[in-house]
RNA sequence: GCGGCGUUGGUGAAGUGGUUAACACGCUGGUUUGUGGCACCAGUAUGCAUGAGUUCGAUCCUCAUACGCCGCC
């Protein structure tokens, strides 16, 4: 079996949508909130903490892999799952986004055939494919296996993502056609920009080559909000209601909340793990500092409403001092407090679904977030 | 008691007779969305030991005082 997504409830009053993914690593619930783990790790974090605080997929990040340790590495040790000792379902990523933020700033070089870019490590020239990035994610034996797309930056003209649109296409149908993990689903993700005709092409054509879920690739690279919340639209409105829809890159609480709405069934993104080393966390009243002078001697958890495993044992003014003197356990903590607020999110979205409050349960969600002043 | 040297922000310090006193750290905020992990951005001395003098103008020159370090009696 590859995967299967099962739809249970579709909101009275919106596109939300609650279901299960079967996996043949356990079958879980969705909406949900993927941890990314680039380099086969969540940063800092070991897989109980992980399994503590409810995570279910967790992200891993073909282009890292591929250089550190190396595909056949991976696979020598037994896949991805043995040798990161992760018994649930990972995701991998294509490294289709790696080659929009490594060569964010420099020249790279995208041709028909495939992407040369430069290695972060070494600078040695590297060429990535779509069979490529097929063939090694085949390798790395994960669940989920990502197309190869192009993810175009923000923004740019109607006539350039015209094409790189149509590449993107050429690609998935390549990458399509040499996968060959019988154990591995395979995603198709829609581009498009803000330009609501090309999502709607992007997206038929890409269902039209038949992939086990979808993702709607191309957003959170420096568009506003608005903008990105119709890319979310305009790039769901074709997809097939039996298969995962997956918003890749996006785990802010208020897009997580909105991407919901609009139908969205699983997210991913480094915020709360990055967010975390700098010393900040998600709270129900908004996201908080803790390098902030006025947490030094504040004996309160993070978040008096949290569960998780910081916020039961340790204090502000505690974490403060660990993240202001650099010690990496505040990082640790605040990562699994942010990891738990966006899982624990998602959980409280599925029930609101399920009681058809989500409108309501946003309400709510914001006035608390945003303070009282805002909607 | 005599002589020499020194005294610049929270810290280490640079510097000049003339608009905004360098840099670093610290401190205070902020940013971060398919992770180039441990980053980036902004703010932070109306002030140069104290007093007097020289000068159009002094943190920078002169004198005195205080404090500190070193040497001599």
Request: glycine share 8%; charged share 30%; hydrophobic share 30%.
């Amino acid at each position: 079996m590859k995967i299967r997504y099962n739809l249970l409830k579709t909101e009275k009053n919106t596109q939300a949508r609650f279901g299960t993914i079967q996996t043949n690593h356990g079958t879980y619930e969705t909406p949900m909130f993927m941890p990314v783990g680039t380099r086969a790790t969540v940063k800092s974090l070991s897989k109980e903490e992980l399994k503590d605080e409810h995570a279910g997929i967790i992200l891993s990040n073909t282009y890292h892999l591929w250089l550190r340790p190396g595909p056949d590495v991976i696979k020598n040790c037994g896949g991805l799952h043995k040798f990161m000792s992760w018994d649930q379902p990972i995701l991998t990523d294509s490294g289709g986004f790696q080659v929009f933020s490594l060569a964010k700033n420099k020249r790279k070089d995208i041709t028909e055939e495939g992407v040369h870019f430069k290695s972060h490590i070494d600078g040695q020239n590297l060429f990535l494919t779509p069979e490529k990035s097929i063939e090694i994610q085949n390798k790395l034996d994960s669940d989920i296996a990502m197309s190869f797309d192009e993810c175009p930056p923000y923004p740019v003209t109607y006539e350039y993502m015209k094409k790189s649109v149509e590449r993107t296409l050429r690609w998935a149908k390549r990458g399509k056609k040499v996968h060959n993990n019988p154990n591995q689903a395979l995603f198709g993700i829609v581009q498009g920009g803000e330009f609501t005709d090309l999502r709607e092409y992007s997206c038929k054509e890409t269902v039209k080559l038949d992939f086990d879920g979808y993702s709607i690739g191309g957003t959170s690279v420096g568009e506003d909000k608005p903008t990105m919340y119709k890319m979310v639209e305009d790039g769901i409105r074709y997809l097939p209601k039996d298969k995962v829809r997956y918003l890749m890159g996006v785990g802010d609480p208020i897009d997580i909340i909105e991407g919901v709405i609009r139908g969205v069934d699983i997210f991913d993104c480094v915020l709360p793990t990055r967010i975390a080393r700098h010393g900040q966390a998600f709270t129900r009243g908004g996201k908080i500092n803790l390098n902030n002078a006025k947490y030094k001697e504040d004996l309160n958890p993070i978040d008096n409403s949290c569960d998780c495993y910081t916020c039961k044992n340790y204090s502000k003014a505690y974490i403060r001092h660990l993240i202001t003197t650099g010690e990496t356990l505040g990082g640790r903590l605040l990562s699994i407090h942010n990891i738990r607020f966006l899982i624990k999110l998602t959980e409280e979205l599925r029930e609101a679904i399920k009681n058809d409050n989500i409108l309501e349960y946003r309400k709510e969600f914001l006035t608390k977030y945003e303070g009282k002043q805002k909607k």
